[in-house]
C-alpha cells in the first residue's frame, strides 16, 4: 500500500512538470509572433511613411506644372494681344482665317465649288453635261475692328460651251462699326427678295426658282453703287441702295441709276420660341435697263439651267429709256426641321420700241414661287436663320466613319413664270413662249456643313409649244446632281 502515495506522487511530479515545459513553449511561441507582427507593422509603417514622401513630391512636382502651364497661358495671352503679327494665329470655321490676336486685322479665305451633272428631255434642245455651275476662291480681309475688304473671283462663269474667262464676283469695302446700318462700297449683290439675298451655296434647290434666276435685267445679281444696311433691332433687318442697274462687271453709260431696298422681319424674335422662324419682307427698286446700246433684252431660262424660253429683245431705241420698277412680297414659316417658303416678284417695264419714236409699250412680269422642306434628321432651320435669310445647316452628328450620316433634306417647289403682257412682241418668235410653271423636287445629303450632294429633278411646262433645233415640245424635264464643297 505504501508504493501507490510514491507512485502518485511521482505522476504528479511528471504532470506538473510537463505542464510546465508546455507553457514555456507555448509562451515562447506568443512572444515570437508578437515579435514578428511587430515588425511587420513597422515594416507597413515604413511603407506608409515612404508612400507619403512620394505623394508630397508628386504633389509638389504636379503643382511646379500647374504654375509652368497657368504662366505659359498668360505669357501667350499676352503675347497674343500685343503681338506685332508673329506669331499668326489659325483656325478653320467654315472658313479658313489668320490673325494676331489684337483685333487690328483679320484674314478669312473662302471658296467653293459646285460640280454639276445635267441631263435633259428632249435632249434636241440641250446637251447632257459635266458642268462646273460655280468655282470660287476670294477673301475677306477686316482691319481696325470698323473695317472689311472682300474681294472674290469667278473661275467657272460659262455655261454654253465657250472658255470661261475669270470675273470678279464680290470687290467691296464695308464699314461696320454700327451693326444697324452698315456701309458697303463696291461691287456687290443688292438684297431683292429672299432667295437672292441668300448664298447660292445654301439655296433649297441646285437653282432657283422661275421667279429669281432671271439674272439682272429682271432681278437683282451683282451691280456697283453704295448700300447701307444692318440689324437695328434683333427682329428687323434691312437694307438700301443705289446702284448702277448694270449687272455684274459694268459701269455705267448714263446718269440715272438704280434704288432700291428690302425691309424683313422675324416675329419669331418675339418669343421664346428658339425653334420658330416668322419670317416676312418686301423688297421695292426703280430704275431703268438701258446699261448697253447692243443688249436691251428680258430672258428667263427653264429652272434647270436648261433651254432659253423667254427673250425680247431691243425694248428701247435711241431716243428713249425703258423704266423698270419692281415689287416683291416674301414669307417663310419654319417650326423645327420643316419650312415653308414663298415669294412674289411683279416687274414692270414702261418705254418705246421701234425705230423712230417707236412704240410706246406698259408691261407687266408676274413671277411667284412656294416651296416645302423638311430635314429628315431632325435639324432645326432656325438655327440657320440670321440677318433676314437661311444659311448653313449644321448637322447633329456629321457623315464619319463611326456612327454618323449628317442630315438628309427633302424638298418641293411650284414657281410660276407670267410675262404675257408681251405676247404680241412675241407672236412672231416660235422659240418663245410667254408663260411657264415649272414643278422641282429635290434630295440633299449634307455631310458636314460644308458638303453636300443634291439630286434635283425639274419639269417645266410652257403654254405653248416651243421649236428649237428642229424639235417641238411643250415642256422641259431636267435632272440635275451637285456634288458641292464650300468653306
Same mark, same amino acid.
Given at each position: ?310 427673250? *425680247?429683245?431691243?425694248?428701247? $431705241? ?7 420698277? !419692281?415689287?416683291?412680297? =416674301?414669307? #417663310? @414659316? ?123 429633278? *425639274?419639269?417645266?411646262?410652257? $403654254? ?7 424639235? !417641238?415640245?411643250?415642256? =422641259?424635264? #431636267? @435632272? ?8
Amino acid at each position: 500500500m505504501k508504493k501507490y502515495p510514491q507512485f502518485a506522487t511521482s505522476v504528479i511530479a511528471l504532470a506538473v512538470s510537463a505542464t510546465f515545459s508546455l507553457n514555456s513553449h507555448a509562451q515562447d511561441d506568443a512572444e515570437t509572433r508578437i515579435r514578428e507582427l511587430e515588425n511587420k507593422v513597422q515594416l507597413l509603417i515604413q511603407q506608409r511613411a515612404d508612400q507619403d514622401k512620394q505623394i508630397d513630391l508628386l504633389t509638389k512636382e504636379l503643382v511646379g506644372i500647374g504654375n509652368q502651364v497657368s504662366q505659359s497661358k498668360i505669357a501667350k495671352s499676352e503675347e497674343k494681344g500685343g503681338s506685332k503679327g508673329s506669331p499668326i494665329y489659325g483656325a478653320f470655321k467654315d472658313g479658313l482665317t489668320f490673325e494676331d490676336g489684337t483685333g487690328n486685322w483679320k484674314l478669312q479665305l473662302n471658296g467653293r465649288v459646285q460640280a454639276d451633272y445635267r441631263h435633259f428631255s428632249p435632249d434636241d434642245w440641250k446637251s447632257d453635261t459635266f458642268s462646273i455651275r460655280r468655282a470660287r476662291l476670294g477673301g475677306t480681309f477686316s482691319f481696325l475692328k470698323d473695317f472689311a475688304v472682300r474681294v472674290e473671283g469667278e473661275y467657272a462663269n460659262t455655261n454654253d460651251g465657250s472658255k470661261g474667262t475669270t470675273a470678279l464676283t464680290y470687290g467691296y469695302l464695308d464699314f461696320t462699326r454700327w451693326s444697324g446700318a452698315k456701309i458697303r462700297a463696291g461691287q456687290f449683290k443688292p438684297f431683292f427678295g429672299l432667295e437672292r439675298a441668300q448664298s447660292t451655296n445654301f439655296t433649297d434647290f441646285s437653282e432657283l426658282s422661275l421667279a429669281t434666276n432671271n439674272g439682272s435685267v429682271f432681278n437683282s445679281t451683282y451691280d456697283r453703287g453704295l448700300m447701307v444696311f444692318g440689324d437695328p433691332l434683333p427682329w428687323l433687318n434691312y437694307n438700301t441702295y443705289i446702284v448702277n442697274g448694270t449687272g455684274q462687271n459694268n459701269d455705267d453709260v448714263k446718269d440715272s441709276k438704280d434704288i432700291g431696298a428690302r425691309v424683313n422681319v422675324n416675329l419669331a424674335k418675339l418669343t421664346d420660341d428658339k425653334k420658330l422662324v416668322l419670317h416676312a419682307g418686301t423688297s421695292v427698286s426703280r430704275g431703268s435697263i438701258d446699261f448697253s446700246s447692243a443688249t436691251k433684252s428680258i430672258k428667263q431660262a427653264t429652272e434647270g439651267n436648261g433651254v432659253e424660253f423667254f427673250n *425680247v429683245s431691243r425694248l428701247i $431705241n435711241a431716243t428713249s429709256t425703258t423704266d423698270r420698277s !419692281r415689287f416683291g412680297l =416674301e414669307g #417663310a @414659316v419654319a417650326y423645327g426641321p420643316v419650312k415653308l417658303q414663298s415669294e412674289y416678284i411683279k416687274a414692270n417695264f414702261e418705254g418705246r420700241q421701234g425705230a423712230g419714236l417707236g412704240t410706246a409699250f406698259d408691261h407687266d412680269i408676274k413671277v411667284w414661287y412656294a416651296d416645302m422642306n423638311w430635314l429628315l434628321t431632325g435639324e432645326f432651320y432656325a438655327d440657320a436663320y440670321k440677318s433676314g435669310g437661311f444659311g448653313r445647316i449644321h448637322p447633329k452628328n456629321n457623315f464619319d466613319d463611326k456612327a454618323g450620316w449628317g442630315a438628309f433634306e427633302l424638298g418641293l417647289r411650284y414657281s410660276k413664270f407670267d410675262a404675257s403682257d408681251f405676247d404680241a412682241i412675241l407672236a412672231s418668235h416660235t422659240a418663245n413662249v410667254s408663260e411657264a410653271d415649272a414643278w422641282t423636287a429635290g434630295a440633299k445629303w449634307i455631310f458636314n456643313p460644308n458638303a453636300r450632294l443634291a439630286l434635283n429633278y *425639274v419639269q417645266t411646262n410652257f $403654254n405653248d409649244d416651243i421649236v428649237m433645233n428642229g424639235k !417641238r415640245d411643250d415642256k =422641259e424635264q #431636267a @435632272v440635275t446632281l451637285r456634288a458641292q464643297y464650300d468653306f
